[in-house]
């Protein structure tokens, strides 16, 4: 199957760590992706990784892949009342096809 | 990366009248992609959207219902024709880049 789990609702204070889970069953996806989409907006790229790295870090995220369990997570660090948003993961099959599977979304609520 | 716009960014319609969204890229692009979220809900890719070729759709929609024009590489349109209240999304254009799939602002469509 082609399902992309996220957990739906995750609350943090503000300073704290954020970790968004993610699970995918297509072993074969080529890259898998964060995006952020905040109220009334288009879905925003934050990062990507390769499915042959287990980490990649950008500033205050930092993505974790656990292929043999088809696991992603993405940390944001200090979390901020900006970073309050829906997140998608989101898989991509190998090129040719471009089609990408997006998860279920994860609504993140900072807490001043 | 590319610059999407999208026009309208939001409409209130009645059932059974249609509406055409338009999506403009700042760079010519191969293929453009229109997404549909449903409210509380993932992305569902509608159709691909390739300059002087029909459409492919994806399963579970019709080029009746959601015909599409590609007239040149950096112009697309889609059209919600027969709107019914399950029509109500947002309608997002995409394309690809190196880093992954970019995202227009959406188009917010309530059918009444």
């Known amino acids: 199957g082609e399902d992309v789990e996220q957990s739906l609702f995750l609350s943090v204070r503000e300073g704290d760590s954020s970790v968004i889970n993610c699970t995918y069953t297509?072993?074969?996806?080529?890259?898998l992706y964060w995006y952020k989409q905040e109220p009334g907006a288009g879905l925003q790229l934050l990062t990507y990784?390769?499915?042959?790295?287990d980490m990649k870090q950008d500033q205050r995220l930092t993505v974790l892949l656990n292929k043999k369990d088809k696991h992603l997570s993405l940390r944001i660090a200090d979390t901020q009342t900006g970073d309050s948003a829906i997140y998608f993961c989101?898989?991509?099959?190998?090129?040719?096809?471009?089609?990408?599977?997006f998860g279920t979304g994860t609504r993140l609520k900072v807490l001043a | 990366s590319a610059v999407i716009s999208q026009k309208p960014s939001r409409d209130i319609c009645q059932r059974g009248t249609s509406l055409t969204i338009q999506c403009q890229v700042d760079?010519?692009?191969?293929?453009m992609f229109w997404y549909r979220q449903q409210p509380g809900q993932s992305l569902t890719l509608i159709a691909t959207?390739?300059?002087?070729?029909?459409?492919?759709?994806e399963s579970g929609f019709v080029i009746d219902k959601f015909p599409i024009s590609r007239p040149n590489l950096t112009f697309s349109t889609l059209t919600v024709s027969n709107m019914s209240p399950e029509d109500s999304s947002i309608y997002l254009c995409s394309v690809d880049d190196a880093s992954g799939a970019r995202f227009g602002p959406g188009t917010r469509l309530t059918v009444l």
């Open positions: 297509d072993s074969s996806s080529t890259y």
């Open positions: 959207a390739n300059q002087g070729s029909e459409a492919t759709y």
């Open positions: 989101a898989e991509s099959k190998p090129s040719g096809t471009y089609k990408y599977i």
């Open positions: 760079s010519q692009v191969t293929m």
């Open positions: 990784i390769f499915s042959n790295m």
